[in-house]
C-alpha cells in the first residue's frame, strides 16, 4: 500500500532584486490609497495629483516584479512546485494599475469613486503579490 504525504519544503531564496521590487510597490499604492481618500474628504485637487504620481511609481516598480516573475517562470524547476499564481497576480496587478492610471488622468472630479475603488484592489493585490513573493514554502507530496 503507498499513501501520499504532503510536506513543506523550502524554495530557492527570492533574489534581493526581486524582493526590493516587491516591497518598494507597496507603500507607492498605500500613499495612492491614502491620497484618494484624502481627496474624497478634503476635495483638494491636489491630493488625486498626488495619487496619479504614486501610482505611476509603484507601476514601475510592478513593472520590474513582473519582469522578474516572468523570469522566475521561466527558471522554474518544474518537479518543486511551480507556482504561477504569483505571476498570474504581479501581471493583473499591473494592468489594474495601467488602468487605475488612466482613471486618475482625468478630471479630479471624474476620478472618484472608480479610482479610489481601484486604487484598494491594486493596493490589495500588492500585498498579496508581496506575500506570495516573500512565501518560501512550496507544497509537494511525497509517496
Not at 499513501?3 to 531564496?13: D, I, L, M, N, S
Request: hydrophobic share 60%; charged share 10%; proline share 5%.
Amino acid at each position: 500500500m503507498v499513501t501520499a504525504t504532503a510536506e513543506p519544503t523550502h524554495a530557492a531564496p527570492l533574489h534581493p532584486a526581486h524582493a526590493f521590487f516587491l516591497s518598494a510597490m507597496v507603500p507607492l499604492f498605500l500613499g495612492a490609497v491614502l491620497s484618494d481618500y484624502a481627496y474624497t474628504t478634503s476635495y483638494q485637487v491636489q491630493w488625486v495629483n498626488f495619487a496619479i504620481w504614486l501610482i505611476a511609481g509603484g507601476l514601475v516598480f510592478a513593472g520590474f516584479a513582473l519582469l522578474c516573475e516572468v523570469a522566475k517562470f521561466l527558471r522554474a524547476d518544474r518537479r518543486r512546485g511551480l507556482r504561477p499564481i504569483a505571476l498570474l497576480v504581479v501581471l493583473v496587478l499591473w494592468v489594474l494599475g495601467l488602468i487605475d492610471a488612466f482613471v486618475h488622468s482625468r478630471d479630479a472630479f471624474a476620478t472618484m469613486p472608480t479610482g479610489f475603488v481601484l486604487s484598494i484592489v491594486v493596493f490589495v493585490l500588492a500585498c498579496i503579490a508581496t506575500w506570495l513573493g516573500f512565501t518560501s514554502y512550496r507544497w509537494r507530496s511525497t509517496p
